[in-house]
Each structure stands twice: as C-alpha cells, then as structure tokens.
C-alpha cells in the first residue's frame, strides 16, 4: 500500500519517539526511587501506569522488525502481545486513577491506604487475559490473530472486530468513564469551594459585627464607672483587703484576636484539605488527556478505515509518532506535579554540598598556614638562606 521509504520512515519515527518514552519512564523510575518523598499514592499510581509504557515502548522501538522476520516468527507474535497488552494498559491505569480520586472527595478515603496490588490485578489482569487468549484463536480462512498491520505486528486485518473489542472499546470505556469520574470530582471541589469560600466572608463580617458591639458596651460602662468613682472612692479603699484577687476584663483587641483566629482555622482545615484534592484532581485529569491524546489518532484511523479501505499515509504518520510517546507524557506529568519536591530535594543536596566544599577548603587553608608557622618556628629570620642550608649540613 505505502512505498518502502515511506515505510523506513514510518520506522525511524516509532524508533525514535519510542526511545524518548523508554528514557522517560527509566527517569521516573530512578527519580521514584531515590527520592523518598515522592512515594505518595499519586505517583505511585504513574510509576504503575509507566510500567505499562515500559512494555509498550519496547513493543514498538520492534518497528517493523517483526514483520520482516514473518508473521509466525516469534518475534512478530511477542510484539502483538506487548502492544496489545501494554498499550491498552495505560488507559486502564488511567480509569483506576480516577475511581481512586472519586473515592477521595466523596468518600473522604485516606489516599494513602488503596490497595495498589489489587488495581494492579485489575488493570494488569485485563488485558493480559484477552492478550494471552489471542494466542489461541486461530481458523484456516484467516489464520492466526496476530499478525501483521501496517506499523508493527498487532492483531491482522481480517480480525478487525477482535481488535475493536479487545482493545479500542475498552480503552474507550476508561477514557469515558474517567472523564465522566473527573468532571463529577471537579464540580463537587469547586461548589465546596464556594461554600466555604461564603461561611468566611459570614463569620469575618459576623466577627466584626461581634467586634463594635463589644466597643460599645465597655465605652457605656467606662462612662457608668467613672460617674460613681469619686462618690466610692474612699469606702472601695477600706473595703478591698490587701490579699483581694483583681478580676481584669478581656480587651476588646483580644476578643477580635480570639474570633480571628478560630476564623483562621476554619479557614486553615479547609484550605489544608482541599489542595490535596485539587492535587489529585489535577493529576487524574492530565492523566487522562494524555490517554486522550495516545488514541485519538489510533481511533480515527480505525474508523477511516472502516467507511473507506485506504487510510492515508498521514494517519500512519500520526500514530507512529503519538502511540509510542505514552512515556513522555507520564513523565512531564511526574516532573510537573513533583517539580517542588525535586527543587527542594536538589537545593538541599546542593547546600549540603557547597557546605562540605568550603569546609575543605578552609581545612586546606589552615593546614597550609599551620605549615607555614612550622617553618618559620624552626628557622632563625635573622639568617639568610644560605647560612640555614651550611649550619644544617654542619650538624
């Protein structure tokens, strides 16, 4: 259908996207792992979900390879699965994500206590069984399941309602499912928002309401005290005994203190719950676009393909230069929400760095100077060079 350079070049971009997806994923992974405070539920999450990119990068840095070695080679048949299996994955990973943010803001779920093993199961376990069952389906008229399509090895032509079953309407499911988890997640933070947002502004004016009513009532007592002070004076005197325990009335500065500050930590739990929220929304979210993004093309091809036999030559182009970048997107989404960890975990590692580097060089500076007080103790300033190198021979 296309030429052979058109072909090699549909190669070289699966090579070379799928290169930076499999750089990507190794950066996450090292990143992951040396640093420990980026081991929180969400990133957890892409760290699984990279796994997934892992095999799919690897799936289709093969290119063509596979078909050039034959549709029964085992080669081409162990791309089929990777692809299958892996590149479908991501989406389900991405539907996890979002069922575990949803858990959080309505069921008010601890982030830190899902069950990773268990969405491994699931979003492993799917298309994994459906990938390993195609090893199997094969009929005389259209031969194995795997076989050869334009790109790489994958699930033939003559399967084509397999691959929509197995692949496209699942990974659809998850994209829609997870929009439709994200939205719901989205609204529920931003009427919250409002609503504290409201009870602020009614308990500040309240306060300040609360505020000049207390004004006025200590100015009305001040003036009622002091119109009987000369008429009391001298009895109050004689009546209070030396031991006699003041009662002082709280300022009205420090009533407004105390109303401000219960004010402030209302304001304070909220705005420390909902970040966390609005975090994980975030990461779901781009998540999600990503996955978005990842089979748009895939999906458009397919359906073209479907109303008309010929699929041009730019819709190729598309998914050999989109699909293999699920890495890189994972990785821009790690690095974009870790991005304040890192900086602080590298500032740390470079002070700790300059301070040891200085702490040599003063040690050097000293040493230096103690040898030099060395050799001026031991030798006579009032003796030239010469003098010093005779008497020394001398003895």
Known sequence: MFADSQLERLALLERVFSSISLVSVLLIFVTYGSIPRLRNPRNTFIVFASIAN?????????????????????????????????????????????????????????????????????????????????FFIATPARGPVYGATTTWCWIRESWVSIRLFTSYIFVWICIATSIILNTVVGFRLFRARNEARGILNSRIESTVADHQTVTETNTDTDVQVSEHTSVTAVSDAQKLAPNATNVEPIPPNQKQQSSSSATGS???????????????????????????????????????????????????????????????????????????????????????????????????????????????????????????ELRRLAR
């Open 54 to 134: 892992l095999g799919a990068s690897i799936g289709t840095v093969i290119s063509r390879d596979g078909l050039t070695r034959g549709e029964d080679s085992a080669l081409c048949r162990a791309q089929s699965f990777l692809v299958h299996v892996f590149m479908q994955s991501d989406a389900w990973w991405s539907l996890g994500m979002s069922v575990n943010t949803f858990r959080i803001v309505f069921f008010q779920s601890n982030p830190h206590t899902f069950n990773k093993w268990l969405y491994s199961l699931i979003c492993f376990g799917g298309p994994f069984i459906s990938g390993f069952t195609l």
């Open 266 to 388: 209302t304001k304070s739990k909220f705005w420390l719950k909902d970040p966390i929220k609005r975090a994980y929304l975030f990461t779901t979210f781009m998540f999600t676009l990503s996955v978005l993004v990842t089979w748009v093309p895939a999906s458009i091809t397919r359906i073209h393909s479907l109303l008309n036999r010929d699929v041009p030559y730019s819709y190729q182009v598309a998914i050999a230069a989109v699909m293999p970048l699920q890495g890189l997107w994972n990785a821009m989404i790690f690095f974009t929400t870790s991005r304040v960890v890192i900086r602080s975990v590298i500032q740390d590692k470079w002070g700790l760095w300059v301070s040891k580097s200085t702490k040599i060089d003063s040690d050097l500076v000293e040493r230096e100077a103690a040898a030099r007080l060395r050799v001026h103790g031991h030798t006579d300033t009032t003796d030239s060079g010469s003098d010093v």
